[in-house]
T-cell receptor, first 115, second 111 residues
C-alpha cells in the first residue's frame, strides 16, 4: 500500500497566523482527503482534493479558512488560516491508492496547538 | 447521513484476554468498511479492510466481520498484548469515497 509523508508532525502557532501542512504520497493518486480531529473527537472530513480542480469542502468548512492546493498527483497542502485556539486539532491527510477495494492510507498527522 | 457508533467507548483488559470491539452504522448502503488503530497523537494505521461482498477478514490475531444488512461490524482481537493498547476506529465508506468515523474504542491492555 502507499506511504504518505506528512509534515510538520506538530507545531505551536500564535493566533491570527497561518500554517501550511504538506502531504506527499509515494504513488500517484486521484483523490486526496483532509481530516480534522478535535480533542476527544473522531475524524471529520474537511475536503476532498482532486488534481486539476478546486477542492470540494464539506459542510462547515470554507476555502477561505482552509485553502487546499493539489498541484500534481502525489502532493497536496492544507493551510489553516487566521488561526484561533479552536483550530487546535490533529490534521490528517489520506488517499485511496487502488480504488474501492484497496482501502485508505493516512499520513502520520499534524498536531496543531494555537496559543 | 451515515452515523457510526462504537461500543464500548473504553475497555481495559489483562494481557492474554480475547476481546470484541463493536461498530454499528446507520446506512447499510456502504461499499466497504475499514478498521484502523490510532496511537495517541498519531495518524491512523490500517488493520483490516472488509469488502462489501465479504463477511470477514483475518490478519494475524485480528478478525473482522461485517453484516451489512444489520449495519454491524466487529473486530475480534485474540490473545491481547500490551502493544495492542490504542484507539480502534471503524469507518465504512460509500460510493463517493467518503469515510465516516466513529469515536473509537480506547483499548488498554495491562501487563
Amino acid at each position: 500500500s502507499a506511504v504518505i509523508s506528512q509534515k510538520p508532525s506538530r507545531d505551536i502557532c500564535q493566533r491570527g497566523t497561518s500554517l501550511t501542512i504538506q502531504c506527499q504520497v509515494d504513488s500517484q493518486v486521484t483523490m486526496m482527503f483532509w481530516y480534522r480531529q478535535q480533542p476527544g473527537q473522531s475524524l471529520t472530513l474537511i475536503a476532498t482534493a482532486n488534481q486539476g480542480s478546486e477542492a470540494t469542502y464539506e459542510s462547515g468548512f470554507v476555502i477561505d479558512k482552509f485553502p487546499i492546493s493539489r498541484p500534481n498527483l502525489t502532493f497536496s497542502t492544507l493551510t489553516v488560516s487566521n488561526m484561533s485556539p479552536e483550530d487546535s486539532s490533529i490534521y490528517l491527510c489520506s488517499a485511496n491508492t487502488g480504488g474501492f477495494n484497496y482501502g485508505y492510507t493516512f499520513g502520520s498527522g499534524t498536531r496543531l496547538t494555537v496559543v | 447521513k451515515q452515523e457510526v457508533t462504537q461500543i464500548p467507548a473504553a475497555l481495559s483488559v489483562p494481557e492474554g484476554e480475547n476481546l470484541v470491539l463493536n461498530c454499528s452504522f446507520t446506512d447499510s448502503a456502504i461499499y466497504n468498511l475499514q478498521w484502523f488503530r490510532q496511537d495517541p497523537g498519531k495518524g491512523l494505521t490500517s488493520l483490516l479492510l472488509i469488502q462489501s461482498s465479504q463477511r470477514e477478514q483475518t490478519s494475524g490475531r485480528l478478525n473482522a466481520s461485517l453484516d451489512k444488512s444489520s449495519g454491524r461490524s466487529t473486530l475480534y482481537i485474540a490473545a491481547s498484548q500490551p502493544g495492542d493498547s490504542a484507539t480502534y476506529l471503524c469507518a465504512p465508506y460509500d460510493s463517493n469515497y467518503k469515510l465516516t468515523f466513529g469515536k473509537g474504542t480506547l483499548l488498554t491492555v495491562n501487563p
